[in-house]
């Protein structure tokens, strides 16, 4: 029996230490935590596991932790940079990475990972690689980055005779990166994106593009990936998914309404910039722009939050979405895309004088945005600086919860565009007439042939359509496409009665593009006929429309004035010449 109980104990023992070198080679990480592992001299690197640690490229002398990263960034790419691929393989031309692996702990970093200076042992500058960095834990496994201003990861390339690009297609998991510098001055970048390079023939090349960073964290950055000007090739592809953002934007420690250096954290200039996608990421207390367009590029979020202040900082310099770029830049229309967003059940908190989408383009590419099943309900800002429209936008809130306070302000710049257009569905909470009472945009937008002054169109359900200008608004009769603008003709009985003395002139403001006018005659007890002219005025410009429309009393009937233009003002007159002074009739715009 005791022999039969140590061949048990024997054969458990065994069972541990096979399992013990099974997770110490395969699953545990080969050194120390926190640095603390013995330093090796230059050249002297095992790179025989199945990943790389920091640990392993510590040298004495080391002021911290920057080099031993470069080194083994360095290593990463030369493993496998000697893989002889099928010409036709799409490895081509990225090269694929070891694996690297960041055990727990705080890593100082000073300056760049990862630049275009970077080289390997064998003298092989590091280019168009594909990392895979892992941490034990976004709380656990801590990148402090101590620079000033400095970038983290950067892929710009400064020789215009070298066309590559240095790493894309590249993950990051389960790391947290803390931003605030060395001096706590939080003007740090985490990642620089560039694709301006061109090659003999004048035509950019590619651009990191397929990066992926899954369950990160982000603190203290001023900016987190910013694309450089001039970019114009393959910066798409962007994921964040189940990452925390946050506290971004320097405050006062003395004093924290006041904002030192506000952030701007994701800036677009590509026009194939897209498909930026941010699943489940919360993105909090921030002080600046989250998102901030200088040219196309697309953003969906799904799920998650987004927290937004401002302190003292003014309005124009902090929003969740900043559309502010020109036409003629490469980023509108010429350049194929035009800058869309679409959120998914985000929840958005706007705080003081900051902004949940501001538009400053003065593009005829202009942005789209949709917001659907969102929460705008933790929102405390005035009424005035939610919707700020300097330009022209397509945004529509669908199935959006909060709407009760949003109002919209903005000075609509003159530029040949379409019409800002703001679309409410299915939000239970929106008050119309808030909207309407609150809502103040200045300025003249010129669209085509037609001078639009202080307009921004408001479609909500298969209610309302109508312009901000005079703070009215129109009921619709038949869903969208048309509605329909009494004119006041002092009237009574169903029908308008007025006094004809000569010449009566009566004014109405459509501020839409009108399809006819109709006017409604019920037999009356009246012989002769009256003549009605209309007329466009814009300011001193008066311009008759259509020809002359004699109207007669002998019988019951309908006159329609068909018009399809845009009109600001409209005047209808009357010439009546015989003795009778007075008649009833119902006049109507019906615009789109």
């Known amino acids: 029996m005791k022999q039969r109980i140590f061949v048990t104990s024997l054969a458990t023992v065994t069972a541990c230490i096979v399992l013990g070198f099974f997770f110490s080679r395969f699953v ?20 025989s596991s199945d990943y790389l640690t920091p640990q392993q490229f510590k040298q004495e002398g080391d002021k911290d932790d920057t080099e031993s990263f470069r080194r083994m960034f360095a290593a990463a790419y030369a493993a496998y940079n000697d893989i002889d691929y099928p010409e036709n393989s799409p490895a081509v031309p990225w090269r694929r990475c070891k694996p690297i692996y960041i055990p727990s702990g705080k890593y100082r970093i000073s300056g760049s990972i990862v630049d275009e200076d970077l080289t390997t042992d064998g003298g092989h500058k590091v280019r168009n690689a594909m990392f895979e960095v892992f941490g034990a834990g976004r709380e656990s496994t801590i990148i402090q980055f101590i620079g000033n201003g400095e970038t983290l990861f950067n892929d710009h390339i400064t020789s215009s005779s070298d066309t590559s690009v240095i790493f894309a297609f590249s993950t990051f998991r389960d790391i947290g990166f803390d931003g605030k510098g060395a001096d706590e001055s939080q003007k740090n970048t985490f990642m620089y994106l560039a694709s301006s390079n061109k090659n003999s023939n004048g035509v950019s090349t590619n651009g990191a593009q397929r990066l992926q960073f899954l369950s990160c964290g982000f603190s203290h950055f001023k900016k987190i990936l910013e694309c450089a000007e001039g970019a114009s090739q393959m910066l798409s592809e962007i994921t964040f998914s189940y990452c925390r953002i946050n506290d971004c934007g320097k405050r006062d420690p003395n004093n924290t309404s006041h904002v030192l250096e506000p952030c701007d954290l994701f800036t677009l200039t590509c026009p194939q ?33 987004v927290v937004v202040k401002s302190g003292d900082l003014k309005a124009e310099t902090v929003s969740a979405f900043n559309f502010d770029y020109a036409d003629g830049s490469g980023h509108g229309s010429d350049s194929g895309n035009a800058p869309q967003v679409f959120c998914n059940g985000t929840r958005f908190e706007i705080w003081e004088n900051a902004s949940l989408l501001k538009v400053k383009n003065n593009c005829k590419s202009f942005p789209a945005v949709t917001f659907r099943s969102c929460n705008l309900n933790a929102t405390t800002v005035s009424d005035d600086n939610l919707l700020v429209i300097n330009g022209g936008v397509d945004a529509l809130f669908e199935d959006c919860f909060g709407c009760s306070t949003i109002a919209i302000s903005g000075q609509v710049p003159t530029s040949p565009m379409v019409l800002p257009t703001i679309t409410f569905r299915d939000c239970s909470d929106l008050n119309v007439d808030n909207l309407v009472a609150k809502s103040s945009v200045k300025g003249t937008l010129e669209t085509g042939n037609y001078n639009n002054t202080n307009n921004v169109r408001i479609i909500v359900d298969d209610s309302y359509d109508f312009y901000l200008y005079n703070q009215g608004y129109v009921h619709t009769v038949t869903k969208l496409n048309e509605c329909r603008q009494q004119v006041n003709l002092s009237g009574k009985d169903g029908y308008d009665l007025f006094n004809l003395e000569n010449d009566k002139t009566f004014e109405a403001k459509p501020y839409g593009f009108v399809k006819y006018v109709e006017v409604t005659v019920p037999k009356q007890n009246i012989s002769g006929e009256a003549t009605l002219r209309l007329y466009e005025t814009a300011g ?12 007669m009393f002998d019988s019951s009937r309908t006159h329609m004035i068909v018009i399809n233009d845009y009109i600001e003002n409209l005047e209808a007159v009357f010439t009546w010449p015989y003795s009778k002074k007075g008649a009833s009739m119902n006049m109507t715009i019906v615009k789109y």
Do not use: C
Not at 33 to 40: H, P, S, W
Not at 279 to 301: P, Q
């Open 28 to 47: 545990l990480p080969v050194s120390a935590e926190n640095g603390t592992t013995e330093t090796k001299s230059a050249g002297n690197y095992d790179i």
């Open 273 to 305: 910039g897209v498909n930026w996608r941010f699943d489940y990421t919360d993105i909090e207390s921030i002080y600046g722009n989250v998102f901030h367009f200088k040219g196309a590029g697309s953003v969906m979020l799904n799920g998650g939050s």
């Open 540 to 551: 001193e410009t008066r311009k008759q429309i259509g020809e002359d429309i004699k109207i």
